[in-house]
């Protein structure tokens, strides 16, 4: 069995542990939750649990489409042993419908409106400078991705929105965007790593638009667990035991 060894890191919300073998870590996630670059925190009982499972099933569902992910192994409620990336410092947007900073960059785009075509947009991951949007360029000029690299990354994003936008209209959820993280393995291939849960994604239910995403805390909409319970339920078919 796979144990933590010791912690190597600690986000925002999930600690990282090395493990006997160089090439994996573990990640443990953990019930907090931020907002507004981190200066928003509390904890919310269950969430690690929660995002653990839901990220279990949506990475390993990329997985059996031969999209690569940092994925190996569950290893507990709240801990999953995945490859050790070389994290890029993006955050990747994929868009299906807008909202967010890309209606308050383009006001002429009505919110809600349903992009003809998904779009990919990438951010600086830095709280101190608030994520700031990068073009490719701006990639390029910061050295932070090749434009190899690049085109890859909007390659997976893309492939991954093909599996991930059916699995959840067919659960009744309308999945308006995401944001993935990448990094390169120790063999140097790009893979899909970090999570993906109702803390990345905005999920709003087909029948009534009711947001059931990390925008009830952002928002303070309210039972923000209540919904993120709704979520792994309808993601894994399971009842949540706690
Ligand atoms: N497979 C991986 N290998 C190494 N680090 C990873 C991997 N997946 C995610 N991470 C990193 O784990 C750290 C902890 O996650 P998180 O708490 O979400 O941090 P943050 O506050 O930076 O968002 C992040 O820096 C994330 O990039
Ligand atoms: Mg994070």
Sequence with gaps: MKKPLKEVSRGKTKQVYSTEDPTQVILEFSDRITAGDGKKRDELP?????????S????QLLEQTDIPTHYIETIGK??????KLEMLPL??????????????????????????????????????????????????????????EIEEMIRL?????????????KIGIDLVDFKLEFGGDTAGILRI????????????????????????YRKDLGQVIEHYIEVYERVTGKKFEG
């Design 78 to 83: 709240d801990k999953m042993l995945v490859r």
């Design 56 to 59: 279990t099933k949506l990475l």
């Design 193 to 216: 790593g970090d999570e993906i849960n109702p803390d990345s994604m905005r999920l709003w239910d087909t029948a009534t638009g009711r947001i059931l995403d990390k925008d009830r």
């Design 91 to 148: 955050e990747v947007v994929l868009r299906n419908i807008a909202t967010g900073s890309l209606i308050k960059r383009l006001q002429m785009i009505k919110e809600k409106t349903v992009l003809k075509r998904p779009i990919v947009e990438f951010f600086l991951k830095n709280d101190e400078y608030h994520d700031p949007f990068l073009s490719e360029e701006y990639i390029a000029l910061l050295e932070i991705a090749t434009p190899e």
């Design 46 to 54: 269950n969430k690690g649990v929660l995002n653990c499972g839901i």
């Design 157 to 169: 994003a893309k492939k991954a929105n093909d599996v991930l936008l059916p699995f959840f209209k």
